[in-house]
């Protein structure tokens, strides 16, 4: 058989959830993503209610008021409010170990930060991304890298920073975003763990939501 591979359909939602999620903690959001972000639809699943909720609360934001809410939540003068760093969550410093692991992972799969991207590589927005390229199989990595990746590098901490995100969050928006982000890594545990737990190696993984 020849040509490229097909990419399920649901991996391509998973890809566009990542990357959304990696846009919402890379940047303060502009007002035409304000504008796409208005017109999310939801279904009645709680992942689906939570985008109805950002959906809302983002039609009614004032960039200006999201954009002091993005420093003061992730940047901050000194320290921010939130540290979205694997190793600040799993060894209370940043640039520790869980860093290391992830740069020697990445390296492996041939996954390089782009070059205006200045942050480490440890950032959840980061991460969000590098999962957005192995859903989307534009990383070319091998069978069962990314459930590798996700269980290494995000399902540690990653839950638990959204978790903080919608309890530190002064706005409708950025708690909305913790909701999404809180119940997408809590699918995604579930279904790595389901893939693990298959007896048929050609099953497939299906995520719920």
């Not at 890809?15 to 208005?38: F, N, V």
Request: aromatic share 8%; with cysteine.
């Amino acid at each position: 058989m020849g040509g490229e591979p097909s990419i399920d359909e649901i991996d391509l939602l998973r890809a566009h959830e990542y990357h959304l999620l990696a846009l919402l903690l890379g940047r303060q959001p502009t007002a035409e993503l304000l504008a796409r972000l208005a017109g999310l639809e939801g279904d009645g699943s709680p992942l689906g209610q939570a985008h109805a909720a950002l959906a809302e609360a983002a039609a009614t934001a004032d960039p200006a008021v999201l954009e002091r809410a993005f420093f003061d939540l992730f940047i901050g003068i000194g320290r921010s409010e939130l540290i979205p760093h694997a190793s600040y969550y799993l060894t209370g410093f940043l640039h520790e170990r869980p860093l290391v692991g992830i740069r020697q992972d990445m390296a492996a799969l041939g996954i390089e930060r782009a070059a205006h991207v200045h942050e480490p590589e440890d950032h959840l927005a980061i991460l969000c991304e590098t999962m957005a390229g192995l859903a989307s199989g534009r990383f070319d990595a091998g069978r069962g890298s990314e459930r590798q990746f996700f269980r290494r590098h995000l399902e540690p901490w990653a839950g638990r920073f959204f978790g903080d995100l919608e309890q530190a969050a002064s706005t409708p928006f950025y708690r909305s975003v913790g909701t999404v982000g809180r119940l997408f890594m809590e699918i995604e545990a579930s279904a790595f763990a389901m893939d693990v737990a298959a007896v048929s190696p050609g099953a497939e993984r299906r995520a719920a939501g």
